[in-house]
């Protein structure tokens, strides 16, 4: 590991945590609205038809958005809401194990299998970030190492 990437996961573990739980809260507000526009060029693109029912769709962008304020709760307050991070966690595993079985035994569609795949990373960088911040916060309280 880097010494830089080191320094910064063991001298600001929460900024790491923090950081992490933004770029998701991004990613899925850019989901949400994705998915509520459904623009015809980027539904063609993604292999749905543009004369698909809109309404579902339109609610997992919802979905979408109101995840990201858990998200962006989390990351605001990492001890007022640690639930909600590790609900987060829970949230991308189960969404992952739905689009990876959507995939694979349902119709095969590129854009799920990609879908699945990040969120299982997102997940996965989740995970990561509070187990860095949990082990630095139980190994140093509330004094990092500097």
Not at 7 to 34: C, E, N
Not at 42 to 66: D, N, T, W, Y
Request: charged share 15%; aromatic share 14%.
């Amino acid at each position: 590991m880097r010494g830089d990437l080191k320094k910064v996961l063991i001298q600001y573990p929460d900024r790491v945590l923090s950081t992490v739980l933004w770029l998701v809260a991004l990613h899925s507000i850019a989901m949400g609205l994705a998915l509520i526009a459904q623009p015809a060029l980027l539904m063609k693109l993604s292999g749905f038809s543009s004369e698909c029912e809109r309404f579902f769709p339109a609610q997992g962008g919802v979905f979408h958005i109101l995840m990201a304020v858990a998200y962006i709760m989390g990351a605001t307050h990492i001890e007022k809401y640690f639930y909600l991070t590790v609900f987060s966690i829970i949230v991308k595993a189960l969404a992952t194990l739905f689009l990876m079985v959507y995939c694979f035994a349902v119709e095969f569609k590129w854009i799920v299998l990609l879908s699945g795949i990040g969120d299982g990373v997102m997940g996965l960088m989740i995970f990561l970030a509070l187990q860095n911040y949990l082990h630095l916060k139980t190994r140093y309280g509330n004094r990092y190492v500097k």
